[in-house]
């Protein structure tokens, strides 16, 4: 079982940035994929990046230059640096881990950017 915990969603202004992050309760390196969705109001939820196990990372053309992912092993924790943010990337962020055959939701951080 794991859990995860979400934090640093806010409000800032086009062109901004923020990093959220998410907090695991088992051992990250013990996880074989983590990521983040994005999912805005009447939208389907859309893969924003991942890490996995490895290292090796994945994100979406959507934010692509924009977007670095990257986890602290000894916090147990992941983050996403968002950058350049852009009106459309208001949305709910939602974390994700991947444990064998599991995966595990956190429950999102609002992430809003004003024009």
């Known amino acids: 079982m794991c859990s995860c915990r979400p934090s640093g969603g806010g409000l800032v202004q086009t062109g901004g940035s923020l990093r959220p992050s998410c907090a695991t309760s088992?051992?990250?390196?013990?996880?074989?994929?983590m990521g983040w969705y994005r999912q805005t109001e009447g939208k389907q939820r859309e893969f924003v990046a991942r890490?996995?196990?490895?290292?090796?990372?994945n994100s979406a053309d959507s934010v692509k230059g924009r977007v670095t992912i990257s986890r602290d092993n000894a916090q147990n924790t992941m983050y996403l640096q968002l950058n350049s943010l852009k009106p459309e990337d208001t949305a709910v962020y939602f974390c994700?881990?991947?444990?064998?055959?599991?995966?595990?939701w956190g429950k999102g951080t609002q992430v809003t950017v004003s024009s």
């Open positions: 890490i996995i196990s490895d290292g090796s990372i």
């Open positions: 088992v051992s990250i390196i013990s996880l074989n994929i």
């Open positions: 994700y881990a991947l444990k064998g055959v599991s995966t595990y």
